[in-house]
């Protein structure tokens, strides 16, 4: 079945050490993006590419990066999480967002805990 | 600015039905969805809207007036698998996907 998997489900670090995590597709979709959620808040779009093009959400703030080597992967860095980073992230897929009933596809999130 | 308003919490009783409403602001329309979201869980495509009226999928119906910038997803015959967070999110004018904080949805036997 076409999917779109993360790894690991589950990522405990530690305050300051860096940590990646890891989202691919099989459903070959040009644009792949990174959400982190806390509870009872909506997805909050920390950047997505289209493509190749990356495009960052102006209050993503510099600790985080992300990297697409290739059409189905795409890594999340956090570089010195902070407690405050604790979340959920969430990689999700679509085709391009101007297609009629375009739809993100969600993969099923990593729990980061920071301790 | 943009945003979504949806009720944080609403409680029913399994077998019952339930309206979900959604109400948005945003630079432009190009649709909205629902999503369904259990705890702890990734969000799960429920339906989506571009034009004016209800959308009816099995149990699910969604209804969009663009002219009143609402929206609400209707619930029948509840299952306590129900018991979840609904989301509503607006794509914009831009093409961004604008998300509501959701509504968590309490289904009581």
């Known amino acids: 079945d076409a999917m779109v998997i993360q790894n690991p489900r589950y990522q405990v670090t530690q305050f300051g050490k860096p940590v990646t995590l890891s989202c691919s597709q099989t459903l070959n979709h040009n644009v792949m993006y990174w959400y982190q959620q806390k509870s009872s808040q909506a997805p909050k779009l920390l950047f997505h590419?289209?493509?190749?093009?990356?495009?960052n959400e102006a209050d993503t703030p510099d600790n985080f990066q992300s990297r697409r080597p290739n059409t189905s992967f795409c890594f999340l860095d956090i570089r010195s999480p902070g407690l405050g980073d604790a979340a959920m992230y969430l990689c999700a897929t679509s085709r391009d967002p101007s297609t009629p009933s375009y739809e993100q596809y969600f993969g099923p999130g990593t729990r980061l805990t920071v301790t | 600015g943009q945003n979504i308003d949806q009720p944080t919490e609403m409680t029913a009783t399994e077998g019952a039905i339930v309206q979900i409403n959604c109400t948005y602001q945003?630079?432009?329309?190009?649709?909205l969805f629902w999503y369904q979201q259990h705890a702890g869980e990734a969000p799960t495509f429920l339906s989506y809207n571009v034009l004016d009226g209800l959308e009816e999928k099995g149990r699910f119906s969604s209804f969009l007036s663009r002219s009143k910038g609402y929206s609400y997803l209707l619930l029948k015959e509840l299952q306590m698998k129900d018991s979840a967070s609904y989301l509503c999110a607006v794509i914009n004018s831009n093409y961004q996907l604008i998300w509501g904080a959701g509504t968590k949805l309490i289904i009581k036997p």
């Open positions: 945003t630079s432009g329309f190009n649709g």
């Open positions: 590419y289209y493509d190749k093009d990356f495009n």
